[in-house]
């Protein structure tokens, strides 16, 4: 299995990973081989990139401990609550709420449980959907990072209860803001910006007038673009005036929504959000918390295509638990570009002064 952009693809080749609708359905299965028509219809949808299956990487396998059950639950309460949430009149949306309060805490203690029995699910969260999914599958992201890191800081489980519905619906206040300026292709002007930041005290105003969510819920809604030096929006509350549960979701949205691809902008590589939250932290970030997350996620997943300090390229076969950094990479190409008849391993725990130096989108 090697991640490839939609660019490269060629009929006939197989997935080795789904790839989801917005409503998070399977839209493309493993192991089916592409038509051209596919191909074409994959771009039209704004797919950018896809694990395929590869005779050289075929025993790479990448184990998805979020069973596409539980992801499609998932998806599919956020798009009904956050929809059901913005329209209607207020009675309506109390009683349906009501009706769906017990599905998301259903969905947010399935999450818990799954990270906890496996921490490696935050190695590689981000997964493959349609670009008209991006909320809905942005939201179960964020609320994945947001719980693994969570549960490393300490939190009880009705904290890790109010911090996932929190994560869940952290954006539901961007239903209220015309879709036009939200994915618009070009920079936003200053009045379309400042449209956008108020998607966090509509978000905070939706939930906490709803018995089902809780207080804490709501604040991850208003406070997960708070930035603990006081450069956040929409309070610039400073230090731990912003709320544990903002604190931990203000790392996990910023991650997730730099690594996904957009209308405006490609994503980036998992290692250049990693760079911007290594530089914002202590200053824009809780620094106990970055520590928890760089020892969780992975900078170069499995699948990723890298070239090695030694002028090799191959691609990532594991990440050595809490060594993120280091991974083990099958060599595919000599220096000179040549493809090995014998692809070897490099294992860059062992190998100290081999690093990765460069990686392909
Ligand atoms: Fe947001
Ligand atoms: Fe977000």
Redesign the pocket.
Known sequence: MRLTSVNRLVPGDCLARPVYDGEGRVLVGVGVPLTATMIRRLKELGVYALYLEDARTADVVLGDPLAPELRRRAVEVVREVMHRLTEGDEVTKRFVLQKQAASIRGVVNDLVEVVRENPEILQQVADIYTADGFLYH??VH?AILSIGLGIEAGLTNGQLRDLGIGALL??VGKLRIAPEILNKPTELTRDEYDLVKRHTTYGYEILQRLDAISIPSAQVALQ?HERIDGSGYPLGLKGNEQHLLGRISAIA?VY??MTSHRVYRPGLLPHEAYEHIMAGCGTWYDSELVKIFVRQVAIYPVGQTVRLSTGEVGVVTEIPRGFPQRPRVRVLYDPEGCELAQPFERDLIRELSVVVADVFS
């Open positions: 942005h939201s964020v952290h954006d997960h949205d997730d929504a």
